[in-house]
């Protein structure tokens, strides 16, 4: 299996466990193009594989991405991923539970900064740091967008049991038609000769990190507000998924 057949497998798995996931995407761009300039710079924060970068690079072809994962797999095979944008995509390691991790961005500037399903892995805790280290990464007018599944809390248990059934239908026909999931995902990744030497680094980079509880909506606004950004709200939602939107 190539990289590139890897990327497409992880593209269909991550659309089994996040419905509509390219409406997602298509809100986020459509910002970027309404707002940015065409010679955007884009942050893809906890990138994975390169997913919306590689998205924002081939919409835009003036722009630049910079991508950041502190997982070890992904980042390599998003450098696979996104070598095909030439100079146009660079690949940063870096630990967002850390305090200081945007300093392994070299004091690059950014328009927007720009994530998917990936934030629900910091505590709250973390997440208010990375907010607040973003505030003051950004420049005046940048704007954030950050894409999750914000879960339904005790206060709605109609519409969470609604948006749980709905995951449920997508997952079932997703994985009937063959899509992989987390686990077999993984499995084939690691018989990849490229990534296979790296899983044991990831293994040891979260053995220490245990599921976090998931964040509502009103917290990210609010965390969000609190770390310095003036405007924030949401541009998309489909039940329990959200595109956050914020500006610097």
Known sequence: MTSQDLFSSWEEQQAAYVAHRENRFQVMLDVLGLHCPADLTVLDLACGPGSIADRVLSRFPRARAVAVDHDPVLARLARSVLARHDDRATVVESDLA?????????????????????????????????????????PPGSVLLNADHLRFGDGHPTLRRLSAAHDADVQKAAFADGAATWERWWAMAARHPELAPLMAERERRFADRPPQPHAPLEFHLAALRTAGFGEVGTVWQYLDDYVVFARR
């Open 98 to 138: 850390h305090a200081g991790w945007s300093s392994a961005l070299s004091g690059r500037s950014f328009d927007a900064v720009l994530t998917s399903t990936a934030l629900h892995w910091l505590s709250p805790g973390q997440l208010l740091e990375v907010y607040a280290e973003l505030a003051r990464l950004l």
